[in-house]
């Protein structure tokens, strides 16, 4: 009887240290929001909140892609998540959302707080706004803890406004991200004060390269291709483009091509670390939301950090 006594004492010490990894695994799955639809969750510490979409079919006990979505000035989290049907590619390749608005409420919604440049209405952001790039930081990090995000596939794009601070943090925040789209907003700094017809050297210096995928639209009258528009535009698209593709030490300029009907590409590759500029332009396209999310997604994916 001893020795079936100790062998059931050794099958019961076997079963719980065989239970004891799937109970981590549990505890391990990202649980701060239901899947399938937008939901409001509060970033401890910071005073504000996201709008997240974790994608119907998220894999339990797996840290997941994010991409950072940023609405235009005047807009809100909801709207922008609405507008981009992003959740739907979300939901076909499993990665995360995470939408917030901007730290400084405007009339008919909020605006991004980029330093040194004014929004709309011409109102210059003074030191007392709301750190957006520290609270974007903080959630990123906070995603991260809770086992949700993983930290080597975080992404970033956003419309108009949004495309702007998307490439703000390709320029001061760099280390976060593995690649950026912004949308008819894409920058490589701010206006130079002298001449505003070339972004400022100084105001972007990213501490990596920084693979990109801009998309934009002949017809924008908001923020032209060619160049004009309120004084935190100014300087043309291609400018931006050169100015990363210096930045990302680019040695080929790529030909023009059409990737589809009405869009065509251009921009630099033969950059350092794969971190090419590309430029989606849609033949006719406004300011709003042109993008092919898939072929948003599909450059992503290509890119860690």
């Known amino acids: 009887m001893t020795i079936f006594r100790w062998l059931g004492a050794i099958a019961i010490l076997l079963a719980a240290s065989v239970s004891i990894p799937a109970a981590e695994a549990r505890t391990s799955s990202c649980a701060i929001a239901p899947t399938g639809k937008p939901s409001a969750v509060t970033v401890p510490g910071t005073g504000r909140s996201l709008i997240l979409y974790l994608p119907a079919g998220l894999a339990p006990g797996k840290p997941a892609p994010l991409i950072l979505l940023f609405h235009g000035s005047g807009g809100s989290a909801r709207a922008v998540l609405d507008k981009s049907r992003l959740a739907e590619t979300a939901d076909r390749n499993g990665f995360i959302i995470a939408a917030a608005d901007g730290g400084i409420a405007v009339k008919t919604g909020f605006v991004w707080n980029i330093p040194g440049v004014p929004a709309v209405g011409g109102r210059m952001p003074i030191a007392s706004d709301a750190d957006d790039v520290g609270f974007v930081g903080q959630a990123i990090d906070w995603l991260i803890a809770q086992r949700c995000v993983d930290r080597s596939r975080v992404y970033a794009t956003g419309i108009s406004g949004g495309g702007r601070m998307t490439s703000w943090l390709g320029c001061v925040d760099a280390g976060r991200f593995a ?90 590759t033969g950059c350092r670390d794969n971190a090419d500029v590309r430029v989606w332009v849609t033949i006719g396209g406004r300011h709003d939301w042109v993008v092919d999310n898939d072929a948003m997604w599909a450059f992503f994916a290509t890119h860690r950090r």
């Open 179 to 268: 690649a950026i789209a912004p949308v008819v907003g894409l920058r490589a700094g701010n206006p130079l004060a002298g001449d505003p017809t070339r972004p400022d050297p100084a105001t972007c210096r990213p501490s990596r390269p920084m693979p990109i995928l801009a998309f934009a639209g002949d017809a924008d009258t908001t923020n032209p291709i060619t160049g004009g528009g309120s004084p935190y535009w100014q300087y043309p698209m291609r400018a931006a483009e050169a100015r990363w593709a210096e930045l990302n030490a680019c040695k080929i300029p790529i030909a023009s091509r059409s990737v589809a009907s009405d869009v065509y590409e251009e921009g630099y």
